[in-house]
């Protein structure tokens, strides 16, 4: 039998038209990038497990797909070594022995990774983008892929929060240009390291930020039920609540959170960096809304200050993009003191709104603008050259293969959405004349076969 074809779980195959409208979504993404200076650079799709293990905590380190090292990667293995005393294999150690390597789980620690090992052939401050698929060992579900593209922007090498602020800007424009209306939410982990320590459980702010960052999905009590399983007792439970719950705009947020947060040094530093940042986007004129939300976590460990996250307005779905400021992210690799910080756009989440939103352009082009209808040998030639001259004019063209019945080469036009078709014939040949038809208007205009301008012209919608 014949294998039914099919694609892993979390995988998916793009047609033209799909393909055309993400790289709608990549194209103006990156041109925002490029207007605030950002270059792009690009790194391997696998790294060296040394090089992402411990950088995402350890819900993070269970997505990663480990690569199984080549050739007989068991040999030599002594699996009782490995065996636990209910018989089962310690899995995470033994992996370890069998996989050198795994495939990136975002782009932002292979970027540190880069920055140390280029660290002399950049300048510093670093700003650089990056636009390249992800992998993680997650449960697919609607907006989350085990295989996504993400769409990275960071500054490394300065501390000022004029790189948050540019981010912020990024946004603002990216979603503006795609006709997006979001909400940038804000927080900063200094401020939730001050929680920790304002309600006795300093030790514990890891696991504070892993529960609160659930919030959106899971409801407050199901996060209250996993910080009481992490070891916070009800009195530290009951001083986070009113934090989580707090409503108002920013300026009263951070007038009650520096009442509460008096007695934490980090907290109050938080506090200050936030509204910082806020006074930086009122003077900038960014229209796009921001918010604090101080139940804003970000789940990875090495954010350190300024977190954010975008929502979509008018589409249900989870965040569609987010990032943070880190500060000992290269320090890990040898380079310390090196402050960082950047954003990630979910192109497939970001996707997902705008069809769902029909935000994608009526005219947006998948494949050919033009096909040559294909009579007969006599007329090849002058359809060959026709086809070359327009080509050279930016016009993408496609000679119909075989001579066919016409009815049989406009079907294919129509369902390969072809907008413009030529069909030329022995009085086009004789009269040195091309024919080319708008076959969604009726249009049709005649043009000396030399005048590639006026046809490549009257293809783009920019004749005269």
Known sequence: MAQKPSIPKGTRDFTPRETAERNYIFDTIKSVFKTFGYAQIETPAMENLSTLLGK??????????????????????????????????????????????GLRYDLTVPFARFVVQHQNEISFPFKRFQIQPVWRADRPQKGRYREFYQCDVDAIGSRSQMCELELVQIVDRVFNKLGVNVLVKINNRKVLTGLAEICGAPDKVVDITVAIDKLE??????????????????????????????????????????????????????LDELAELLSLIRASGVKTPCEIDLSLARGLNYYTGAIFEVKALDFQIGSICGGGRYDNLTGIFGLSDMSGVGVSFGADRIYDVLKGLDKF?????SGS???IANLDPETLTMNLQLADALRARGISV?????????????????RKAIPFISINGSEE???????????????????PKEDSTAMAGFISGQAE
Do not use: H, W
């Open 56 to 101: 995402y905590g350890d819900e993070g380190d269970k997505l990663l797909y480990r690569i199984l090292n080549s050739g007989d990667a068991f040999s030599g293995i002594d699996f009782d070594a490995y065996k636990q005393e209910e018989g089962q294999y310690n899995s995470k150690a033994l992996s370890l022995q069998v996989c050198e390597k």
């Open 217 to 270: 999905k899971v409801g407050l009590d199901a996060v209250k039920a996993e910080l009481m399983e992490k070891g916070l007792s009800a009195e530290a439970i009951r001083t986070l609540e009113p934090v989580l719950t707090m409503s108002g705009d920013n300026d009263s947020k951070l007038d009650t959170m520096r009442r509460i947060m008096a007695s934490s040094e980090t907290g109050m530093k938080g």
């Open 361 to 365: 352009p009526a005219n947006l082009q």
């Open 369 to 371: 603008e033009l096909l």
């Open 398 to 414: 496609e000679i119909y293969p075989e001579a066919s019945k016409l009815k049989k080469q406009f079907d294919y036009a129509d």
């Open 429 to 447: 040949l004789a009269n040195g004349t091309v024919n080319i038809k708008d076959l969604k208007s009726g249009q049709q205009r005649s043009f």
